[in-house]
Nanobody
């Protein structure tokens, strides 16, 4: 009964930018950490960035100086601003909420994924 819905993926040239959004919807839940993972063809799913409701952030080394994660706690929405995109950033990007307090339990939720393609 908690849903993560991603948007903002698409095709962009190397050096370009995209902004991804992920909104959590439902009733009776609390979310602390939200973040982004990605999976490229032939590669394992990897962490991109995370953000807590208190403002702490973490980034993969490969994106640290190019991507920025932010969130609007009132809207339960997390964003990923991606700048200076490289072909190796091409992947399906997944929104993740690893610890959601819901109905007295802790559960993990994933979005459906959004495709990001960086190509000239």
């Amino acid at each position: 009964q908690v849903y993560l819905v991603e948007s903002g993926g698409g095709l962009v040239q190397p050096g370009g930018s995209l902004r991804l959004s992920c909104a959590a919807s439902g009733r009776g839940f609390e979310i602390n950490t939200m973040g982004w993972y990605r999976q490229a063809p032939g590669k394992e799913r990897e962490l991109v960035a995370t953000s807590t409701s208190g403002g702490s952030t973490n980034y993969a080394d490969s994106v640290k100086d190019r991507f920025t994660i932010s969130r609007d706690n009132a809207k339960n929405t997390v964003y990923l601003q991606m700048n200076s995109l490289k072909p190796e950033d091409t992947a399906v990007y997944y929104c993740n909420a690893p610890r959601v307090y819901y109905s007295g339990t802790i559960r993990e939720y994933w979005g459906q994924g959004t495709q990001v393609t960086v190509s000239s």
